[in-house]
């Protein structure tokens, strides 16, 4: 009598294309989540696994977990005695990598600190990034009381010496595609938080070659800023020197205006870049 055919072996499948897509969107939230923690710790300046998980919105065991695996890749550093979460050190070689690209914070260093000399004032470099200003290099003031911006901070775009500057090279529909669609919070009563308001500013900026935060932010701070050009002449970065009102009055930003506009000339020039032969650019 012949053999009966055996039945197919129950085993175990071999991972193929569906295992791998079923288990893609697991691995891509738990990265999403990751990236999540890591913006929350750098934010934060040190933070508790408590404070991490409510700010979340994961289970503090989560949290925990996707810490201790950051942790191993040094992106974060955990302090035993107080707690602390923070960033790790290779989270900081990887942003000291967009500054090594750009070449912005480098090159523009010895400009920061000859700004920062003649004004007195501490002097900072800002980009534009998705509507909003982040600052990545500074050279503080030797001053008691002082501006300070961290490297990283990000702030509004319609508020700042240095996200005024930018768009102040901009066409008028441009600005109004980015800023139409949010809104332009008033943080004190000079805030320019309307746009025909932003625009009027703008205007003023273009004709007179640098931008003032005239306590637009922060009250009882003042902002002198100019905008940075590359190679095509465009706008993507912007210097300003900052400090307290009672040591910028109006006679001291009129005096400093071109001052930290040839600040910003030098480094467009430093970088290959071009953009100040005209007044008021021509609409994008």
């Known amino acids: 009598m012949a053999d009966e055919p055996k039945p197919p072996r129950q085993g175990r499948a071999k991972p193929g294309r569906k295992a791998n897509e079923n288990a893609a969107p697991s691995s ?14 750098a934010d934060a300046d040190g933070a508790a696994l408590t404070d991490l998980a409510d700010r979340s919105g994961m289970a503090p065991s989560t949290v925990h977990r996707l810490l201790t695996a950051l942790s191993g890749h040094g992106m974060v550093a955990h302090d035993a005695e107080t707690g602390a979460w923070t960033i790790g050190m290779k989270a900081f070689e990887i942003g000291n990598a967009f500054l090594r690209f750009r070449k912005l914070g480098t090159i523009s260093r010895p400009f920061l600190k000859q700004l920062m000399e003649r004004s007195g004032e501490t002097a900072n470099i800002g980009i534009e990034d998705g509507g909003d200003v982040v600052f990545i290099s500074q050279v503080e003031s030797h001053a008691p009381m002082r501006a300070f911006f961290r490297p990283g901070r990000r702030g509004p775009i319609h508020a700042s010496g240095i996200g005024k500057a930018i768009l102040s090279t901009w066409g008028d ?48 701070m003042r902002c002198l800023a100019a905008a940075i050009f590359n190679e095509y002449g465009e706008a993507i970065a912007g210097i300003s020197v900052s400090g307290p009102a009672v040591r910028l009055p109006d006679g001291t930003l009129a005096a400093l205006g071109p001052v930290v506009r040839a600040a910003a000339e030098r480094v467009t020039r430093a970088m290959g870049g071009t953009g100040f032969g005209g007044v008021k650019p021509a609409a994008r």
């Open 173 to 220: 529909a441009e600005i109004e595609r980015l800023l139409s669609a949010r809104a332009l919070t008033r943080f004190t009563e000079k805030t320019r938080d309307t746009l025909p308001k932003l625009l009027a500013d703008l205007e003023a900026i273009r004709t007179r070659g640098w931008s003032i935060d005239d306590e637009e932010h922060t009250l009882g």
């Open 28 to 41: 891509v939230q738990v990265l999403d989540r990751s990236l999540k923690l890591l913006e929350l710790v």
